[in-house]
């Protein structure tokens, strides 16, 4: 149950905070800090749930496997907009940052309701997942997802 209403409440902030940074894009400045703070933590999230949480909750069950390959084919179209992002935010093409975070958040939307509404329930069923510490949980630096890493839409 805390790593639920922690995976939960990560994926509300994300959201709030990619709304802020729209917010602020619309007064004509972009927070390209608080658009890191977001990459930084979404990087964590999938970290987590790519190398503890799916291992753990993908044990043959046809349909639960189906969903997450499904969330990490989602993963890994995130993580290629946050490098589109970057280079947006770097070649100062903010009309195009525009579009791409207010399309990573439309991705957000029916991930985070999949996520919520049909993986992490099982959290509570796998003790290992639901005892386990995110708050400690350090991102490598080499790590890319998963199906990014197997090249299995490309780079």
């Known amino acids: 149950m805390k790593n639920e209403q922690w995976l939960t409440d990560d994926h509300h902030m994300v959201n709030r905070k990619i709304q802020e940074v729209l917010d602020v894009?619309?007064?004509?400045?972009?927070?390209s800090?608080?658009?890191s703070e977001i990459e930084k933590s979404l990087k964590k999230h999938i970290y987590f749930e790519e190398s503890v949480l799916f291992p753990a909750l993908d044990k043959g069950d046809l349909r639960?496997?189906?969903?997450?390959?499904?969330?990490?084919?989602?993963?890994?179209?995130l993580w290629k907009l946050m490098d589109i992002i970057n280079g947006e935010i770097e070649e100062e093409k903010f009309l195009k940052t525009k579009k791409s975070l207010s399309e990573m958040l439309l991705i957000l939307k029916t991930h985070n309701e999949n996520e919520e509404?049909?993986?992490?329930?099982?959290?509570?069923?796998n003790s290992d997942v639901d005892v386990f510490d995110i708050e400690s949980l350090k991102l490598p630096t080499v790590f890319i997802c998963e199906k990014l890493r197997n090249r299995r839409i490309g780079k």
Not at 64 to 77: N, S, V, Y
Not at 117 to 125: F, H, L, M, P, S
């Open 117 to 125: 509404g049909n993986i992490y329930n099982k959290i509570v069923e």
């Open 33 to 35: 800090d608080k658009f």
């Open 25 to 31: 894009m619309d007064k004509g400045f972009m927070d």
């Open 64 to 77: 639960t496997h189906q969903m997450i390959e499904g969330l990490k084919m989602e993963h890994a179209a």
